[in-house]
């Protein structure tokens, strides 16, 4: 089946730092990549929706110039976090959605940020 | 806007049971509806997806209905096993770039 990566795994970083996440699309072309964050014991929230080559498209509440989202190319697309600060910290799950997925969109296994 | 629901919030079961999962959206105006496991710490895995045409989808001891006039969909677990043992989500798709919208979840213990 179709298969996403996300890297790094888990990253720690100090507050004020920019951190880069990566993900992609192993085996097939995704024309929509979504990015999600996770709390503790919460369900998954839709951050961005990511099409390549145009601007992401941002969900009520998430500030653009926070999270920087590029999908530059139809197997890769890269969250930014700019100037953390601890309360960023989350789990940040990747998917992605394609002509090989049809409807199906296959998640990354996600990337722990813990910003000290 | 979608809201969708999932009950119960845990669930513990000995071994061999049979469980049912319930997840319920108020638009009934869905193209599909996903069930996905989750792992603590992990990603997603997706299980079964039913099309809004569908009224059940099955994979091995897996068996998911969809009732969208009522608003709910069913995961039923047979012979329940302890590797069954994670957070079961549901996700109805909104919108052209189909983006989900994702229940609560149920976290499941299968007892040994």
């Known amino acids: 089946g179709a298969v996403v990566s996300q890297h790094p795994s888990w990253v720690i970083c100090k507050s004020g730092t920019s951190v880069k996440i990566e993900c992609r699309s192993l085996?097939?072309?995704?024309?929509?990549m979504f990015w999600y964050r996770q709390f503790p014991k919460q369900s998954l929230m839709l951050m961005a929706t990511?099409?390549?080559?145009?601007?992401?498209?941002?969900e009520q509440g998430v500030e653009k110039d926070k999270f920087l989202i590029n999908h530059a190319s139809l197997t890769l697309s890269t969250l930014t976090v700019t100037s953390a600060h601890p309360e960023d910290s989350s789990f940040y799950i990747c998917?992605?959605?394609?002509?090989?997925?049809?409807?199906?969109?296959?998640f990354g296994p996600g990337t722990r940020l813990l910003v000290l | 806007k979608q809201e969708v629901t999932q009950i119960p919030a845990a669930l513990s079961v000995p071994e061999g049971e049979n469980l049912v999962l319930n997840c319920s959206f108020t638009?009934?105006?869905?193209?599909?509806l996903q069930w996905f496991r989750q792992d603590p710490g992990k990603g997603l895995t997706s299980l079964l997806l039913?099309?809004?045409?569908?009224r059940e989808q099955t994979s091995g001891r897996l068996n998911a209905s969809l009732d969208k006039s009522s608003g709910r969909s069913t995961l039923y677990i047979a012979a329940s096993q302890p590797g069954d043992s994670a957070t079961y989500l549901c996700?109805?798709?909104?919108?052209?770039?189909?983006?989900?919208?994702f229940g609560s979840g149920t976290q499941l213990t299968v007892l040994p």
């Open positions: 039913i099309q809004s045409s569908q």
């Open positions: 998917s992605a959605r394609g002509l090989a997925g049809g409807e199906t969109q296959y």
């Open positions: 085996d097939f072309q995704a024309t929509t």
């Open positions: 990511s099409n390549e080559g145009s601007k992401a498209t941002y």
């Open positions: 638009d009934s105006a869905i193209y599909n």
């Open positions: 996700a109805v798709p909104l919108g052209s770039a189909r983006q989900l919208t």
